[in-house]
């Protein structure tokens, strides 16, 4: 029995491969969240009206006054929250754009890690975050816009860049 050995593939190759789609998979569901929050903040106004202080302080309410989520709230994000509201919101369509297009990948991971720690420090860390933190750290690690994103061409035509790694 003869083999080709161009379409032999080893087992590794195949675990790469299908790493390389779980990670490209999560990379855009993560942009589509990324925008799905974007989206809903820009439609709901969040940039100009006091929405995200009225958020703030009824989570505040909710937590021990003691807390460190109660200090960040009480003596940064609801004093600070219009720059907050345009830097979350503004970041998430950074976040999303890059994701899905593969544009600096690594370095919008590190904007989503930013904004998810933030968003955990002011006490709305749920089940759902550990996922997306991990998910962030991940991107930082991989070159997933390299695999499958512009991050491929722009690395190519600005090969010093540090943003299309």
């Known amino acids: 029995m003869k083999t080709d050995h161009l379409t032999a593939q ?4 195949r675990w790469r491969r299908r790493g390389r789609r779980t990670v490209l ?4 569901g993560f942009g589509a969240f990324f925008l ?22 009824k989570r505040l309410s909710e937590i021990d006054p003691e807390c460190f989520s109660a200090t960040y709230l009480r003596h940064f994000a609801i ?25 600096a990948v690594r370095p919008t991971a590190a904007l989503s890690l930013f904004l998810l720690l933030n968003i955990s420090a002011g006490a709305f860390f749920n089940p759902s975050m550990p996922p ?21 061409l722009l690395h190519a035509r600005y090969p010093n860049a540090i943003w299309f790694t």
Request: charged share 15%; no cysteine; hydrophobic share 45%.
């Open 79 to 103: 004093p600070w929250y219009r720059p907050v509201s345009w830097i979350l919101t503004i970041g998430q369509i950074i976040v999303s754009v890059g994701m899905l297009l593969g544009i």
């Open 10 to 13: 080893e087992p590794s190759d």
């Open 132 to 152: 997306f933190l991990f998910a962030a750290v991940l991107f930082m690690a991989t070159p997933s816009g390299q695999w499958f994103g512009l991050d491929r």
């Open 36 to 57: 799905y929050g974007a989206y809903h903040k820009t439609t709901r106004h969040w940039m100009t009206s006091p929405v995200m202080r009225e958020h703030f302080a």
């Open 25 to 28: 998979a999560l990379r855009y």
